[in-house]
Protein backbone atom coordinates (compact mmCIF):
# COMPACT_ATOMS: atom_id res chain seq x y z
CA UNK A 1 0.00 0.00 0.00
CA UNK A 2 1.17 3.89 -1.16
CA UNK A 3 0.67 6.50 0.65
CA UNK A 4 0.68 10.70 -0.53
CA UNK A 5 2.67 12.65 0.67
CA UNK A 6 1.60 15.40 -1.04
CA UNK A 7 3.56 18.51 -3.28
CA UNK A 8 6.03 19.13 -0.27
CA UNK A 9 9.76 18.16 -2.13
CA UNK A 10 10.95 14.85 -0.81
CA UNK A 11 14.42 14.72 -3.22
CA UNK A 12 17.21 13.01 -2.20
CA UNK A 13 20.36 12.85 -2.06
CA UNK A 14 21.14 16.21 -2.16
CA UNK A 15 24.87 17.00 -2.67
CA UNK A 16 25.91 19.49 0.28
CA UNK A 17 27.57 22.13 -2.49
CA UNK A 18 30.08 24.84 -0.96
CA UNK A 19 29.93 27.39 -3.32
CA UNK A 20 32.91 29.98 -3.17
CA UNK A 21 33.54 33.64 -4.70
CA UNK A 22 35.30 36.24 -4.45
CA UNK A 23 33.61 40.40 -4.35
CA UNK A 24 34.65 43.59 -5.65
CA UNK A 25 37.50 43.70 -3.10
CA UNK A 26 38.91 40.38 -3.96
CA UNK A 27 37.63 39.12 -0.44
CA UNK A 28 36.09 35.22 -0.15
CA UNK A 29 32.77 34.11 0.87
CA UNK A 30 31.01 31.32 0.47
CA UNK A 31 27.73 29.79 1.03
CA UNK A 32 26.17 26.31 1.27
CA UNK A 33 23.98 25.70 -1.95
CA UNK A 34 22.10 22.73 -1.04
CA UNK A 35 19.62 22.91 -4.40
CA UNK A 36 22.46 21.86 -6.91
CA UNK A 37 23.72 19.07 -9.16
CA UNK A 38 24.68 17.57 -12.93
CA UNK A 39 23.23 20.17 -15.34
CA UNK A 40 25.27 18.80 -18.65
CA UNK A 41 28.38 16.54 -19.28
CA UNK A 42 30.55 18.95 -17.99
CA UNK A 43 28.60 21.64 -16.75
CA UNK A 44 26.63 22.35 -13.11
CA UNK A 45 23.29 24.10 -11.82
CA UNK A 46 22.67 25.45 -8.35
CA UNK A 47 19.47 27.22 -7.74
CA UNK A 48 19.92 30.27 -5.27
CA UNK A 49 18.46 32.77 -3.67
CA UNK A 50 19.69 36.34 -3.43
CA UNK A 51 22.83 36.56 -1.57
CA UNK A 52 26.04 38.12 -1.72
CA UNK A 53 27.33 35.18 -3.45
CA UNK A 54 24.92 35.98 -6.20
CA UNK A 55 26.46 39.42 -6.61
CA UNK A 56 29.83 38.57 -6.36
CA UNK A 57 28.49 35.60 -9.07
CA UNK A 58 26.84 38.31 -11.51
CA UNK A 59 30.50 40.39 -10.97
CA UNK A 60 33.37 37.88 -11.20
CA UNK A 61 31.61 35.53 -13.86
CA UNK A 62 33.43 32.73 -11.77
CA UNK A 63 33.06 30.29 -9.14
CA UNK A 64 34.41 27.46 -7.03
CA UNK A 65 31.67 24.46 -6.13
CA UNK A 66 32.97 21.99 -3.48
CA UNK A 67 31.66 18.43 -1.61
CA UNK A 68 31.11 18.56 2.07
CA UNK A 69 32.54 15.59 4.11
CA UNK A 70 32.20 14.48 7.41
CA UNK A 71 35.24 15.74 8.92
CA UNK A 72 34.19 19.46 7.43
CA UNK A 73 29.80 19.13 8.30
CA UNK A 74 30.11 21.76 10.91
CA UNK A 75 31.49 24.16 9.15
CA UNK A 76 29.73 23.54 6.12
CA UNK A 77 26.29 23.99 7.89
CA UNK A 78 27.93 27.04 9.38
CA UNK A 79 28.36 28.76 6.07
CA UNK A 80 24.56 27.71 5.40
CA UNK A 81 23.00 29.45 8.32
CA UNK A 82 24.99 32.91 8.50
CA UNK A 83 25.08 35.39 5.66
CA UNK A 84 27.97 36.82 4.14
CA UNK A 85 26.57 39.86 4.45
CA UNK A 86 26.58 39.96 8.23
CA UNK A 87 29.70 38.35 8.92
CA UNK A 88 33.22 36.94 7.42
CA UNK A 89 32.37 33.72 7.04
CA UNK A 90 35.80 32.87 6.34
CA UNK A 91 37.93 34.56 9.16
CA UNK A 92 35.31 32.97 11.79
CA UNK A 93 35.60 29.29 10.17
CA UNK A 94 39.24 29.57 10.24
CA UNK A 95 39.24 27.65 6.48
CA UNK A 96 42.61 28.54 4.63
CA UNK A 97 41.71 30.08 0.90
CA UNK A 98 44.01 29.92 -2.18
CA UNK A 99 42.84 31.37 -5.31
CA UNK A 100 42.00 28.84 -8.41
CA UNK A 101 44.57 28.48 -11.13
CA UNK A 102 41.87 28.42 -13.31
CA UNK A 103 39.21 31.08 -12.54
CA UNK A 104 38.86 34.31 -10.53
CA UNK A 105 37.14 32.08 -7.36
CA UNK A 106 39.40 30.63 -4.24
CA UNK A 107 39.92 27.46 -3.28
CA UNK A 108 38.89 26.18 0.23
CA UNK A 109 41.60 23.53 1.25
CA UNK A 110 39.62 21.92 3.80
CA UNK A 111 37.17 20.50 0.93
CA UNK A 112 39.12 17.95 -0.62
CA UNK A 113 37.29 18.01 -3.89
CA UNK A 114 36.57 21.25 -5.79
CA UNK A 115 35.15 22.23 -9.41
CA UNK A 116 36.43 25.63 -10.35
CA UNK A 117 34.08 27.00 -12.86
CA UNK A 118 32.62 29.65 -15.33
CA UNK A 119 29.12 31.31 -15.03
CA UNK A 120 27.52 30.09 -18.40
CA UNK A 121 24.28 31.59 -17.65
CA UNK A 122 22.64 33.12 -14.09
CA UNK A 123 18.75 34.05 -15.03
CA UNK A 124 16.01 33.78 -12.22
CA UNK A 125 18.37 32.16 -9.46
CA UNK A 126 19.17 29.50 -12.25
CA UNK A 127 22.97 29.32 -12.02
CA UNK A 128 24.79 27.04 -14.35
CA UNK A 129 28.44 26.59 -14.75
CA UNK A 130 30.95 25.34 -17.27
CA UNK A 131 33.88 22.95 -14.75
CA UNK A 132 36.71 24.18 -16.56
CA UNK A 133 38.86 21.87 -13.85
CA UNK A 134 38.53 19.84 -11.25
CA UNK A 135 40.91 20.17 -8.23
CA UNK A 136 41.74 17.04 -5.44
CA UNK A 137 43.62 16.62 -2.29
CA UNK A 138 45.77 14.06 -3.54
CA UNK A 139 44.90 12.03 0.09
CA UNK A 140 41.82 11.60 -1.54
CA UNK A 141 43.17 9.22 -4.33
CA UNK A 142 43.51 5.46 -4.82
CA UNK A 143 46.48 3.53 -5.91
CA UNK A 144 45.24 3.85 -9.72
CA UNK A 145 44.83 7.75 -9.10
CA UNK A 146 41.32 7.99 -9.20
CA UNK A 147 39.03 9.34 -6.67
CA UNK A 148 38.25 7.87 -3.65
CA UNK A 149 34.99 8.83 -2.29
CA UNK A 150 34.84 6.35 0.81
CA UNK A 151 37.96 7.62 1.99
CA UNK A 152 36.63 11.41 1.35
CA UNK A 153 33.46 10.21 3.22
CA UNK A 154 31.16 13.38 1.37
CA UNK A 155 27.96 13.98 2.83
CA UNK A 156 24.41 14.31 2.12
CA UNK A 157 21.27 16.57 2.64
CA UNK A 158 18.46 14.71 4.16
CA UNK A 159 15.30 16.92 3.44
CA UNK A 160 12.70 14.83 5.04
CA UNK A 161 14.91 14.91 8.31
CA UNK A 162 16.93 17.93 8.18
CA UNK A 163 20.02 16.36 9.16
CA UNK A 164 23.05 15.75 6.92
CA UNK A 165 24.27 11.70 6.01
CA UNK A 166 27.40 9.80 4.62
CA UNK A 167 27.11 8.24 1.51
CA UNK A 168 27.14 4.97 2.18
CA UNK A 169 28.18 1.54 0.57
CA UNK A 170 28.61 0.25 -2.83
CA UNK A 171 26.19 -1.61 -3.53
CA UNK A 172 26.62 -2.19 -7.86
CA UNK A 173 28.27 -1.38 -10.83
CA UNK A 174 26.47 1.16 -13.03
CA UNK A 175 25.92 0.18 -16.47
CA UNK A 176 27.21 -3.58 -15.98
CA UNK A 177 24.61 -5.30 -12.94
CA UNK A 178 21.42 -4.83 -15.31
CA UNK A 179 22.99 -6.88 -18.38
CA UNK A 180 23.41 -9.71 -15.78
CA UNK A 181 19.00 -9.74 -15.78
Known amino acids: MRKDLGDKMQFMPLP???LATYDQDGKA???NAAWGGVYDYNQVYVSLS????TDNLELKKAFTLSFATKKTEKI?????VVSGNKEDKIEK?????TPSKYVDAPTIEEYPLTLECTVESFEDGNLIGNVVNVSIDEDYLDENG???VDKMEIIAFDMI???YRVLGEN??????DGFDL
Open 29 to 31: NVM
Open 146 to 148: KID
Open 76 to 80: SDYFG
Open 171 to 176: VGKAFK
Open 50 to 53: KHKT
Open 161 to 163: NNT
Open 93 to 97: SGVHV
Open 16 to 18: VLM
